[in-house]
């Protein structure tokens, strides 16, 4: 594993300008999009600009988020586990307890703060979600541009409406008043281009663009929908399939694989096509239809995004990297539970679950300039994590961690050699929400749903789509799992876990300290 440790700079002394050797970086966030929802994963609904980067670049097969929103945010501004820096849970309450503060900790400093270290201008578009819901209405310390960004536009909350979503931001200044036609997801798109636009080019430039889309609620123009309505008429059960064997041709599935119908999830019967009224099916069809909508109308603005950074003169010194924060959600009822079923293809359980469906997301790497691009259109099958962002952009930009910050050893690794064609080297990897935990060492995954259930034991080599326990098999690799993931809870702020419904949770620790602004005192 690469750690990062630095020694401090002397007073006075002279950073080596290596801007003509940085490359200008791309990050690039959606939320709540299942694994298998881009066409480059398998999927009917049309991501053309998405799969170019793909076609370009390197995906990954194996690409671990924190299961939730806010906490996997954390981990991609820091490169840190959530809990480590204050973002165990939500942004919904501060509990004041080290683990669980509802935003990022000061005293770690967020990629943007390392990157702008390192010379870059920085810009944020979009959703942002790491700050106490408490601290919208003044800005506290934890804004972005606060937390590094040269500019910023977009939505502070976890969720809420593409049509007049709050509270946004335009720098500091609240943005009230929005236009008849706003769109959230184009918004984001549009200012994102605007930044690229005001770029001067005296510094490379990192950009964040964090997109709302297709976080519920479902919302997309009509015109969007409505191409995407006959394409959903066959239901999911012939489009689970069609999704699994085309994983299985791009080589992000194996051959021998057969796709699982999970029962667990819906109380012990998965229902058949078949078995809904025809009223569900228009509502799965219509939610569907929709759903691809609002991936679609992403796309095409990051087709946009690519086409000016080129007409710019940019693109051959840019870096792309794509991802999601989580796997498709079964929040929303029966129906949409469906729908996230098929987004999640070919993994077991959702959004808020450390089980795969809720933790794997794809990952793209392109360059834009292609020769860069070792691995082209190629499938990394080594696991990775979303605490890799950092020390990969890092990697990138040819930087150290500054020495001005504390906490220089950082958890994750580069996964440029990877990217370049390359072995990371082996690691356990750590995951715990809402009670949900697991750890993955090798090929072996310990995971439960939550703290009151037992481990299930999974050999991740022969059963990655978690449908066999050998936690009775193999007691033993039980014990020093367990004994690993609550050493890890011990050192990164995991305990105690609370096992308080959301709503409970919430007023449980808004009645113990009123205090919400997110400032120590």
């Known amino acids: 594993m690469k750690k990062y440790v630095f020694l401090p700079l002397l007073a006075g002394a002279v950073v080596p300008s290596v801007h003509a050797q940085q490359p200008n970086i791309v990050l690039i966030l959606c939320d709540d999009m299942g694994f298998s929802d881009l066409g480059c994963y398998g999927s009917e609904i049309k991501t053309p600009n998405i799969d170019k980067l793909a076609q370009d670049g390197v995906r990954f097969g194996h690409f671990k988020n924190t299961g939730r929103s806010c906490p996997s945010r954390a981990a991609l ?8 820096v204050g973002m165990g849970w939500m942004t919904a309450v501060d509990e004041h307890r080290p683990g669980y503060r509802g935003q990022i900790d000061a005293e770690f400093p967020t990629i943007a703060e390392v990157l702008k270290a390192g010379g870059y201008s920085t810009y944020m578009s979009g959703k942002w979600h790491v700050t106490v819901d408490g601290a919208f209405d003044a800005p506290n310390g934890s804004y972005p541009m606060q937390r590094g960004f040269d500019r910023y536009y977009g939505c502070l909350s976890g969720g809420g409406s593409y049509y007049k979503p709050t509270p946004v931001y335009d720098n500091l200044t609240r943005v009230t008043e929005f236009p008849d036609d706003y769109y ?8 994102a281009i605007d930044f690229v636009n005001g770029h001067d080019g ?15 609620p479902l919302q997309a123009p009509k015109e969007y929908v409505d191409k995407c309505l006959d394409r959903y008429r066959e239901g999911y059960d012939v489009l689970r399939r069609r999704r699994f064997e085309k994983q299985k041709q791009l080589g992000i599935v194996a051959d021998t694989m057969s796709l699982p119908v999970y029962d667990r999830e819906f109380k ?8 809904l009224t025809p009223q569900q099916q228009e509502k799965w069809i219509k939610d569907m239809a929709t759903y691809a909508a609002m991936v679609e ?4 603005g990051i087709g946009q995004l690519v086409e000016t950074i080129d007409k710019k003169g940019m693109l051959d010194n840019t870096v792309f990297l794509f991802m999601s924060d989580n796997g498709a959600t079964s929040e929303g009822g029966f129906i949409n539970q469906l729908r996230a079923d098929l987004s999640n293809t070919p993994y077991r359980s959702y959004k808020q679950w450390c089980l795969q469906g809720g933790t794997s997301s794809p990952f ?6 292609k020769a860069k691009n070792r691995l082209k259109g190629q499938i990394c099958d080594q696991t990775a994590h979303i605490i890799d962002v950092l020390p990969t952009c890092m990697d990138l930009a040819g930087m150290d961690y500054p020495a001005a910050f504390r906490h220089a050893d950082l958890p994750g690794e580069s996964l440029m050699p990877a990217i370049e064609g390359g072995e990371l080297q082996p690691r356990t990897l750590y995951f715990e929400h809402q009670g949900s935990c697991a750890v993955i060492d090798g090929d072996w995954k310990l995971v439960r749903y939550d703290r009151d259930e ?11 789509f978690e449908t066999t326990d050998l936690s009775q098999k193999y007691p033993e690799k039980v014990e020093e799992l367990e004994a690993k993931w609550v050493a890890w809870g011990n050192a990164n702020n995991v305990f105690p876990l609370e096992d308080k419904p959301w709503q409970k949770r919430i007023d449980f620790y808004l009645q113990k300290n009123p205090d919400q602004s997110g400032v120590e005192r």
Do not use: C
Not at 268 to 274: K, L, R, V
């Open 364 to 369: 793209i790497v392109s360059f834009g300039n």
């Open 202 to 216: 005296k510094t490379p430039m990192f950009l964040y663009v964090a997109h709302y889309a297709p976080h519920l």
């Open 297 to 300: 109308i992403m796309d095409e």
């Open 184 to 191: 959230y997801t184009k918004a984001i798109t549009q200012r």
């Open 77 to 84: 501004l820091t490169g840190r586990y959530q809990h480590s």
């Open 268 to 275: 012990g019967h998965h229902p058949a096509w078949e078995e």
């Open 454 to 464: 037992a481990w299930q034991l999974i050999d991740l080599s022969i059963d990655p």
